[in-house]
Each structure stands twice: as C-alpha cells, then as structure tokens.
C-alpha cells in the first residue's frame, strides 16, 4: 500500500470509530472509541475477580 493509501485508511478508520451509538445501559451517545474503552474496564473488573464480564451485544 502507498503513502496515500495508508493515510486514507488511517482516516476511514477515525471516521467510523468516531461515529456516535445510542447505549443502551448507561443512555447516553458514546462513540465507537468510547464503547471500546467501556469494554476494556468491564475486562479489567473480571480479571481482578470484581465482576463477571458481559460483553456488549449491538442491537441491529
């Protein structure tokens, strides 16, 4: 892939972690970026033994 490729991938990759979803559990618009943050402290309280993981299941 040329340079010109890597950039427009680098910025179709931005483009769709930035759009914004409706969560369902804390009501609010987060984006992509955001919910995968969220996703990795629910990680992080199972491997500390504090909670059970339940991974976040889009609604189509």
Do not use: A, C
Not at 13 to 23: D, F, K, R, W, Y
């Amino acid at each position: 892939m040329n340079e010109s490729g890597k950039k427009k991938f680098v910025e179709e990759i931005e483009n769709q972690l930035s759009t914004t979803i409706s969560h369902p559990k804390i009501k609010k618009k987060v984006s992509y970026k955001y919910l995968i943050r969220l996703e990795l402290y629910k990680l992080e309280k199972h491997f500390l033994g504090d909670k059970e993981y339940t991974p976040y299941v889009s609604k189509w």
